[in-house]
């Protein structure tokens, strides 16, 4: 049984889910990490009652929220996906054994076909997060998938994230961190900054790509947790969006076909 079905009935859960504001706001933090104020404008609600059904999606824990980096009078949301998968599979199974939820297995390079879809990752050192997501990216997908990333004050690799990248056998210390800037005229269909200060001045790059923010705390500085086992759990949550992100971009490209 999964975290959420033991705290929530599955009549509970359905009904947590269903109210309409609850799901645009799901849908929203789904495509990317929000501010409150940023996620009232996109719904058209007032905060009070944006800010009053956050709480109750974070009850069931299906919505986490980090305080910014950038602005620590500000908090970014996100969205708990693998939570909600959980959630409903165990809603489907409640209801009948044979009701079960399972999650589809990407194979990204038979399913990207044509022009490799683009995907730049941006952070402040281009030292740590921004190397660990353009390497998982580039290993999970072999490639289909170009990936690149960049930051805002480049700095030495931390041997830190050489090493959790090793552990995933992934060797990234031939890896140089470079400046954002050195992307400026190449195009991506998606840009991520993993990084909240860097999102403040991240740059316009051409052809409009789909921008989208993971707000994940810096390792080297995060108070909640010291040496390397803040390292180990950076990669686990980038690894996990990776995933999620794979899963998108491939559908984009069946809509594509579909539409074409």
Request: aromatic share 6%.
């Amino acid at each position: 049984m999964s975290a959420i079905a033991a705290d929530l009935s599955p009549l509970v859960y359905l009904q947590l889910i269903a109210e309409p504001l609850r799901w645009q706001l799901l849908d929203e933090l789904g495509r990317s990490d929000r501010r409150v104020g940023e996620l009232c404008e996109l719904v058209g609600k007032p905060q009070s009652l944006v800010s009053y059904h956050l709480r109750e999606l974070r009850s069931g824990d299906l919505v986490s929220a980090r305080q910014s980096s950038a602005d620590g009078r500000d908090t970014y949301y996100q969205a708990n996906i693998v939570r909600f998968a959980e959630g409903l599979s165990a809603v489907g199974t409640a209801l009948h054994p044979a009701v079960r939820l399972t999650c589809l297995e990407v194979d990204a390079p038979a399913v990207v076909r044509g022009r490799k879809p683009r995907v730049l990752f941006l952070c402040t050192g281009n030292s740590t997060r921004s190397q660990m997501a353009e390497a998982l990216l580039t290993r999970r997908t072999r490639g289909a998938i170009t990936a690149r990333s960049g930051g805002s004050h480049p700095k030495a690799l931390h041997p830190n994230a050489v090493r959790a990248m090793a552990e995933r056998g992934i060797d990234i210390s031939a890896h140089r961190s470079k400046h954002f800037d050195r992307f400026i005229r190449e195009r991506f269909d998606r840009v991520i900054t993993l990084c909240d200060k860097v999102r403040e001045i991240c740059p316009d790059f051409p052809g409009q790509p789909m921008t989208t923010h993971w707000s994940i705390a810096d390792p080297a500085v995060d108070s909640s947790d010291v040496g390397y086992y803040a390292f180990v759990r950076t990669a686990d949550e980038i690894e996990t969006r990776i995933e999620l992100l794979i899963a998108q971009l491939t559908s984009d490209k069946h809509k594509e076909w579909r539409d074409s």
